[in-house]
């Protein structure tokens, strides 16, 4: 190591604030987590999705009870639905799963996943077995429970398939399984190079009453749940509500609740209890032999802490993590408790110092091989003995020995190298295609983690009282909004150029060429490259100017393509890429930017389908009315039809019969109240010839449907058929919608995603035609995925079938088939 020098680092002593970089550490959080110290048990909750947990009772377990508490969600929610963007996929996962660690922040567990994708919704476990692959996803629930060795195991539901979702389902049998498997040594071995074998002490089934549903029973153990913290000032009810209504995406923002609540527990595996879920088990320091006393230690400084001097008790503190640093580790459950439990006394010492440390940099993006310049802030904010002996920076090491006075905020400023060879900040478990049931990682000590780690951090080597530390912080960016204040986002390890595809599927219905706008972008100044290009058989592709000069960090250039399709040409994907400085770079970058969760992006290869469809349209002028959130509109607009978004402004005035068709935005009579007004004005316009088609709508929670939609009554159901190879049956093969302007066959249902449809219309009035008949495997046929009905001259349309993914999807069938719906003839 060697002194900082003045070129690297200055050093200034600042009479002023600092704002947080994390939430502020209180008395009564101080006060909570040394009695969290005196506890030695911890619970595992599983389930499949993002949302699922039950939001009561792990707040209850982790700051009522005390314990160490995970949740384990099996996937990230992928192939869920989107109330508040038109995400899909992959960065549908991503936001919810950062709405899950936002969700963990409140109630204070931890959050696990596995590789399983959510390929969407699965009638029974059998089909999610079929496509995740079982034994991988055991081994990922395994490897969870072996690092993460839980006393008490908790699935949220059943494995007799009361769930309803076969992925909840699959979760319990899995739990269940996992339970045993991993305290078996001859269960995936290979994780033993890294782990040991646990046995958690008991399984439960957390049983629920969910609407009709009741799986309650009093001869279940029962636990109010329901009580008032007086450190938090707040009830577990109410702090359900905050981390529940962090899934945004899912519409599930929800009351607070107060006074008692009830949670029931079938026992499904282990020692039998009748009372308590650690009834009989001892989570206190006498675990151990060796341990007894730290009870009584800890007990003594709770009564010694003064929450108006939390700096009073940082010497017996310091006293705790030398009883806790010399303790065997040849238990292996002692083991993890030690680990745990310095680390917890280390979070103390921080805290009751008043220690503030965080790294900045004064940019949100870096490149490998390119400068960061880095801004430490320190301050000691209580009169503690610290000492500030070294700080790491990016591959240097710089000695200080500085006693920090007290309330004093000192500054320090570096500039280093990122190192070439270092990763992008992409999602870990998006770094590699995957299959439609796994995600592919590599690296074992991955699997499982919510996150990735930083990438760009600052050690600092500090001594409170005699006691040395290392204490790392993630390199991060801030910058102030004049609305919102002081903003943090993390800092992004980037490409020198990224290259974006507007779209991720570009259809052509005949040979005429289409220009395709690509954006480069630069995250470096004195960017010169040149743009490059690989098409599947039978395309051609020009460019007037392939090379690009970017003069400035940010500057971004539109390259256009004009893309020729042949007459024999093969649908596949065009790969684009940039040379620049001898390098190659072939990534695209997609953002994502909501106020309830970090600035979040994906970086995924620069690419996209071209597909070219046989496909005829009729009419030119279309409007639709948004709805949660798709891309149909610009996937008809690919096709040449005319797009008008109807706002409210244009509702209102009601003129709309310049539209050969509107359509309505998935689930917009859900999302959207205002379509109860317009309903008359609607009904007009199909009365006067035009065809109003109207994607899907929920009658759940995200929404009560109170809104009319059809000219005669139906209903909702919560019909759906999962199964997108399942057999379609054209009940009416005589009707316009398959024979006009395109025919549509049976091949035209070959190759949908995910899905066929969701819920479908029933108790439908004698007026409407049902034209289709689908059903999942061993089900009763379904007819309300597409049903019509004239009126007047017009044409009413409801559709459940999942055009919102199947369009943009660039599958042939589904474009037919919807344009024969645009173009649904008028009546006499």
């Known amino acids: 190591m060697k002194r900082l020098s003045a070129l690297l680092l200055s050093l200034l002593w600042l009479a002023q604030g600092v704002t947080a970089q994390t939430p502020t550490v209180s008395s009564s959080d101080i006060l909570q ?23 009561r009772l792990l707040p209850y377990l982790t700051y009522e009870r005390k314990l160490r508490t995970a949740y384990l969600s099996l996937t990230r929610g992928d192939g869920g639905q989107n109330l508040i963007g038109k995400e899909q996929g992959e960065p549908l996962g991503l936001i919810r799963t950062q709405e899950l660690l936002a969700a963990r922040r409140i109630d204070g567990a931890g959050q696990f996943f596995s590789r399983a994708n959510d390929f969407g919704f699965s009638k029974n476990p059998e089909e999610t077995f079929a496509i995740w692959n079982k034994d991988s996803i055991l081994a990922d629930m395994v490897w969870v429970i072996r690092t993460f060795k839980p006393d008490v195991l908790i699935t949220r539901f059943p494995t007799t398939g009361e769930g309803g979702h076969g992925h909840h389902t699959a979760s319990a049998i899995l739990a269940v399984e996992a339970f045993s498997a991993a305290a078996d040594p001859k269960r995936f071995p290979e994780q033993l190079k890294y782990t040991e074998v646990w046995q958690a002490k008991r399984i439960f089934w957390n049983t629920f009453n969910f609407g009709n549903v009741n799986l309650t029973a009093e001869d279940q153990i029962k636990l109010d749940i329901g009580g008032f913290n007086p450190l938090l000032g707040k009830s577990y009810g109410e702090l359900a509500s905050e ?50 006393k730290l009870s009584k230690a800890i007990d003594k400084i709770i009564l010694k802490f003064d929450p108006l001097h939390p700096e009073l008790i940082v010497p017996d503190l310091v006293g705790i993590y030398k009883q806790l640093q010399v303790l065997d580790e040849t238990d292996p459950t002692l083991r993890l408790w030690k680990k745990e439990k310095l680390k917890e006394t280390e979070n103390l010492l921080f805290a009751c110092s008043g220690l503030w440390i965080e790294a900045f940099a004064s940019d949100y993006i870096a490149i490998p091989g390119n400068d960061v310049v880095t801004t430490v ?3 000691n904010r209580n009169k503690n003995q610290l000492t500030l002996n070294a700080i790491r920076f990016i591959n240097q090491d710089s000695t200080l020995s500085l006693a920090l006075k007290a309330n004093e905020l000192y500054t320090f400023k570096h500039t280093g190298k990122l190192p070439l060879n270092i990763a992008y900040s992409n999602p870990y478990w998006l770094n590699e295609r995957h299959s439609n049931g796994l995600y592919t990682v590599r690296d074992q000590w991955l699997v499982g983690k919510a996150e990735n780690d930083p990438l760009v ?36 390890v980037l490409p020198a150029v990224t290259v974006n595809l507007a779209e991720k599927v570009y259809v052509f219905n005949d040979t005429t060429p289409k220009h395709i706008p690509l954006v480069v972008k630069t995250n470096k100044s004195n960017a010169i490259g040149t743009l490059h290009w690989m098409l599947p058989e039978g395309w051609t592709a020009t460019c007037a100017q392939p090379l690009f000069r970017l003069n400035s960090k940010g500057d971004e250039a539109i390259v256009e393509l004009l893309v020729h399709p042949g007459t024999t040409s093969i649908n596949g994907k065009i790969s684009v890429y940039v040379t620049l400085d001898q390098d190659t770079l072939t990534k695209s970058i997609t953002r994502l930017e909501y106020d309830h969760i970090p600035y979040q992006f994906i970086l995924s290869d620069a690419e996209a389908n071209l597909v070219n469809i046989n496909l005829k349209t009729s009419g030119k002028h279309i409007g639709y009315i948004p709805g949660a959130g798709d891309d149909v509109a610009a996937c008809l607009r690919q096709v040449g039809y005319q797009m008008t978004i109807l706002t409210d402004e244009l509702l209102d005035k009601g003129k709309l019969s310049t539209y050969d068709a509107i359509v309505t935005g998935i689930r917009a009579y859900n999302t959207n109240d205002r379509l109860q007004v317009y309903y008359n004005v609607l009904m007009e316009y199909v009365n006067q010839g035009g065809n109003l088609i109207v994607q899907y709508n929920t009658n759940n929670r995200i ?3 109170l809104a009319k939609m059809g000219p005669y009554p139906f209903t909702i159901s919560r019909d759906r058929v999962t199964n997108e190879q399942a057999e379609v049956r054209l009940l009416k093969p005589e009707h316009p919608a398959f024979h ?6 049976a091949e035209d249902f070959d190759n949908w995603v995910q899905e066929r449809g969701i819920y479908f219309a029933t108790e439908m009035d004698k007026q409407y035609e049902s034209l289709l008949s ?10 309300g995925s597409l049903i019509v009905t004239k009126y007047g001259k017009g044409n009413f349309v409801y559709t459940g079938l999942v055009f919102f993914r199947e369009l943009p999807a660039g599958v042939p069938g589904a474009y037919r088939l919807f344009v024969n719906l645009l173009s649904l003839p008028k009546n006499k």
């Open 774 to 783: 689908l059903n999942d495997p061993n089900e009763k046929p379904h007819e």
């Open 33 to 55: 987590k040394l009695q969290k110290l005196n506890t030695v048990g911890s619970v595992l909750y599983i389930a499949a999705h993002p949302d699922d947990e039950n939001t």
């Open 243 to 292: 981390n529940r209504s962090m899934h945004k995406s899912q519409g599930f923002g929800t009351a607070k609740t107060r006074g008692q609540t009830f949670e029931y527990f079938k026992q499904l595996g282990g020692d039998s209890v009748k009372k308590d879920l650690f009834e009989n088990s001892n989570i206190s320091w006498t675990r151990f032999s060796s341990t007894a």
């Open 703 to 705: 929404g009560p449907l």
């Open 457 to 492: 951090t600052v050690s600092f080597q500090l001594t409170i009282q005699d006691l040395p530390f290392t204490l790392t912080r993630p390199v991060v960016y801030k910058y102030t909004d004049p609305v919102k204040g002081e903003i943090y986002r993390p800092l992004e």
């Open 377 to 379: 802030q320190i301050v």
């Open 740 to 745: 006009f302007p395109n025919e549509v066959r």
